[in-house]
C-alpha cells in the first residue's frame, strides 16, 4: 500500500530522532540521502553491526567508532543520533575544510579535522579526515582505514580496564582531548622526519656534482601538505577551547592549551623547514645556472678560438688561387706537407693570442 506524504514525513521525522522538527523543506534531501527503499529497510530492522563499526561504554559515556564509513553505517548512526544530515554526509565526504560548529538544539559539538598518514608505498602524505560528534554522554569518531591512532586507542581501552579509565575518566571531553592528544602527538613524529629530510636534502643541494630538485621539490609538496593541515588546527583548536568552556561544566582548557601549544611548535617548525627549502631552492638555481654558464663559458671559448682555423680553411676551400694550393703548387721547403704545418701556424697564432688575453682577464 502506498504511503501518504503525511505519513511519510512522520517516519522520516521519527527516524531522524527529531518529531517535533518540520522537514519538509529537507524532504529532498533526505530522499537523495536514502532511497525510499532503503528507509523502509531502517525503519523495519535494524541495520546488522559490522567490522567498521566498534562500540565501546565505560560508565556513562558511550564511544562509537567507526572505520571507513559508508552509507550503511552513516544511515544506522543518524538511526541512534540526531545528527544533522548535512554532518552525516561530510563523514562520507571527502576533502571537505576543517570545520566547528555547535548545534545546540541537538546539544553536540560536530569537529571536523585533517591529520596526515605517511603512504608506505611510495612515501608521500595521504590526507585522514577525521570527523568528531561530542556529546554529554557520547563520542562518535568516524575516520579512514589509513589512521592506526584511534584505532589503536581503542583497542588499547577495549582490552585493559586501567587504560579505559585513564583515558575516559567519566567524560566524554576528556576522550576527546586523549584523542587530539595522541594525533597531534603523531602529528609530532611527521615533524621530526621532515627535519631529518631536510637536513639530508642540504648534503644533496650544496653538492654540485649532483641535482637537488627533485628532493627539493618533493620537501616543498610535502610541507605545503602539511601547512594545510596544521593551519586550520591551529584555529579550531583555540575556538575549541572557548565552546567546550561554555557548553561544558569541566575545565578542561589546561589539557587542550596543552595541545595548542604542541600545534604552534609544530606550526613554527613548518614554518622553519619552509624557510630554509627556499633557501635551499634558490641555492640549487643558483649552483645549475653557474654550471650552465660555465658550460657555455667553455664552449664559447672553444668556438672562438677555432674561429682562425675555420676563416683560413674557408678560403682554402674556396675555387680560387691561394699561394700553397692545389692550382699553384704546394710548398716543399719544409717538406710535402709545408703547406698544412703553415696553415696551422697561421691558425694557432691568433688562437693562442685570444687564450693568452682571456686569461689576463681571468676569464679562464
Known sequence: MTKSLKKTLKEVQIFLGKPHKKVAAELKYYLDFFSNSK???????????????????HKKITWVDIKD???????????????????????????????????KEDKYLF???RFPSLNKIDGKIITNQICFFLGKNYLVTTHGSENDVIS???????????????????????LL?????????????????????????????????????????????????????????????????????????????????????RVERIWETLEAARETVEIYKDADFI?????????????????????????VGTFYGMNVILPGGIEV???????????LLIILIVSAIPALAMGWYFKKHNWL
Not at 41 to 54: A, S
Not at 287 to 310: G, V
Not at 329 to 339: C, H, L, N, P, S
Request: aromatic content about 8%.
Open 39 to 57: 528507509i523502509t529497510q531502517v525503519l523495519e530492522k535494524e541495520l546488522p553491526k559490522t567490522e567498521k563499526v566498534q562500540i565501546l561504554k
Open 329 to 339: 703548387g704546394a710548398w716543399q721547403f719544409w717538406g710535402k706537407y709545408t703547406t
Open 177 to 261: 582531548y586523549v584523542l587530539l592528544d595522541h594525533l597531534t602527538a603523531d602529528l609530532t613524529t611527521h615533524m621530526q622526519s621532515l627535519v631529518e629530510e631536510v637536513d639530508k636534502t642540504e648534503d644533496v643541494v650544496f653538492d654540485d656534482r649532483v641535482s637537488g630538485v627533485y628532493q627539493v621539490g618533493q620537501l616543498r609538496q610535502k610541507i605545503i601538505s602539511l601547512r594545510r593541515m596544521v593551519g586550520p588546527l591551529r584555529s579550531l583548536i583555540q575556538e575549541l577551547i572557548g565552546t567546550l568552556n561554555k557548553s561544558t561544566l569541566e575545565d578542561l582548557a589546561v589539557y587542550f592549551e596543552n595541545i595548542t601549544n
Open 287 to 311: 649552483f645549475s645556472t653557474e654550471k650552465t654558464n660555465r658550460i657555455l663559458a667553455l664552449l664559447t671559448i672553444i668556438f672562438t678560438m677555432a674561429i682562425p682555423s675555420t676563416v
Open 152 to 174: 589503536n586507542i581503542f583497542d588499547s581501552c577495549k582490552e585493559n580496564a586501567k587504560q579505559r579509565e585513564a583515558y575516559i575518566d567519566s567524560s566524554s571531553s576528556y
Open 111 to 113: 569537529l571536523l579535522l
Open 69 to 103: 564509513p559508508g552509507r550503511r553505517e552513516i544511515s544506522n548512526l543518524a538511526e541512534k543520533y540526531p545528527f544533522h544530515p548535512l554532518h552525516l554526509e561530510d563523514c562520507i565526504s571527502k576533502n571537505q575544510f576543517p570545520k566547528l560548529e555547535q548545534n
